[in-house]
């Protein structure tokens, strides 16, 4: 079972940036797509970006332009470049793959004032 563990969440104001790590245990963390989740209070969770095994990302249309989602297969970790924030960002911040979901890790705050 694949272990994941999100960091670098945090408080910043509005136009700050963050860089978000997902690191993942396990053989199989790099053949798969893996996406940036998010859930804000009493929101749904959203699929914010996913990056696939050969590296062709996606975002959320809201997060395009100022969000970059990257990888590194050799150190099983994923990246979320966030930049421009904006208080609509506030979240708590997951990784996991496309379907079949994982466990869920314990997430990172991202926390965005105004």
């Known amino acids: 079972q694949v272990q994941l563990v999100e960091s670098g969440g945090g408080l910043v104001q509005a136009g700050g940036s963050l860089r978000l790590s997902c690191a993942a245990s396990g053989n199989t963390f790099r053949l798969n797509t893996i996406c940036w989740y998010r859930q804000a209070p009493e929101k749904q969770r959203e699929l914010v970006a996913s990056?696939?095994?050969?590296?062709?990302?996606n975002y959320l249309d809201s997060v395009k332009g100022r969000f970059t989602i990257s990888r590194d297969n050799a150190k099983n970790t994923v990246f979320l470049q966030m930049n421009s924030l904006e208080p609509e960002d506030t979240a708590v911040y997951y990784c996991?793959?496309?379907?079949?979901?994982?466990?869920w890790g314990q997430g990172t705050q991202v926390t965005v004032s105004s």
């Open positions: 996991n793959r496309e379907k079949y979901y994982w466990r």
């Open positions: 990056i696939t095994s050969g590296g062709s990302t």
